[in-house]
């Protein structure tokens, strides 16, 4: 599968930085999700569950109190304010 570098950050340091397949997420207007090769495009992220897949197939689930994500050139960036990854 195609992977993409995912960048999360919040005011205490990168919480999350490595190749994946798949980011779920929920913008203002709803859920989505980013893969590979996916366009450029900017929103603001709300409360809720995160999803990140890994490419050997685990799926890492966070929380989220909200943000802003980038993703450009094959990159994506989750800018939060406050993001908890679930053990």
Same mark, same amino acid.
């Given at each position: 599968?195609?992977? #993409?570098? *995912?960048?999360?950050?919040?005011?205490?340091?990168?919480? @999350?930085? $490595?190749?994946? /397949?798949? *980011? %779920? *997420?929920?913008?203002?207007?709803?859920? #989505?999700?980013?893969?590979?090769?996916?366009?450029? @495009? /900017?929103?603001?992220?709300?409360?809720?569950?995160?999803?990140?897949? !890994?490419? %050997? $197939?685990?799926?890492?689930? $966070?929380?989220?109190?909200?943000? !802003? *994500?980038? /993703?450009?050139?094959?990159?994506?960036? @989750? !800018?939060?304010?406050? #993001?908890?990854?679930?053990?």
């Amino acid at each position: 599968m195609n992977t #993409f570098k *995912l960048t999360v950050a919040s005011p205490d340091g990168n919480k @999350f930085s $490595g190749e994946v /397949v798949k *980011l %779920d *997420l929920r913008g203002v207007e709803g859920d #989505f999700a980013i893969m590979a090769g996916h366009v450029p @495009f /900017v929103t603001s992220v709300v409360k809720c569950p995160c999803y990140i897949w !890994l490419e %050997d $197939g685990t799926v890492m689930e $966070g929380e989220t109190e909200g943000g !802003l *994500l980038t /993703v450009d050139k094959g990159e994506a960036t @989750f !800018l939060s304010g406050s #993001f908890k990854m679930k053990e």
